[in-house]
């Protein structure tokens, strides 16, 4: 396993990267209403946020397949997170400082919605470079 993911950096940062993955699936999917109060959001988009959770699920446990059988030829995975996470953070900033949205009573938008997408995108980053041997 270590091999296969060029050493003990690489797979740790992998393992950090699916973990956090992993715990979004998890808020999203099975803790959908405490998650939502956090953000001072209405109970009433527990089904958007879980069909959001269905797309964060199905690649945490593509992730966890890639962790076991080794990444050699999964570059739309790695690309693929990468996009995602680095139009988030351009999403999440927009959302956090300028929207209507972010100014209603009780919603409490925070700088999680643009910073925790910009460190995914370091993280693939470094992974698609660190991998690249691998994943291509």
Do not use: C
């Not at 956090?20 to 946020?49: C, D, R």
């Not at 945490?60 to 080794?70: E, K, Q, W």
């Not at 910073?115 to 370091?122: G, L, Q, S, W």
């Amino acid at each position: 396993m270590v091999e296969s993911f060029n050493g003990w950096l690489f797979l740790i940062l992998y393992i950090l990267n699916w973990a956090g993955g992993a715990m979004y699936a998890y808020q999203t999917m099975f803790n959908t209403v405490p998650w939502l109060s956090k953000y001072g959001i209405h109970e009433s988009a527990v089904l958007p946020t879980r069909v959001l959770g269905t797309f964060v699920s199905a690649g945490t446990l593509l992730g966890l397949y890639i962790l076991f059988v080794g990444p050699e030829g999964t570059w739309p995975f790695f690309i693929f997170n990468f996009l995602q996470a680095l139009i988030f953070v351009v999403v999440g900033y927009t959302t956090v400082t300028n929207s209507n949205a972010a100014k209603l009573d009780g919603v409490n938008y925070t700088a999680e919605a643009y910073i925790a997408p910009a460190i995914f995108t370091v993280l693939n980053g470094v992974l698609i470079y660190g991998l690249g041997d691998k994943i291509w």
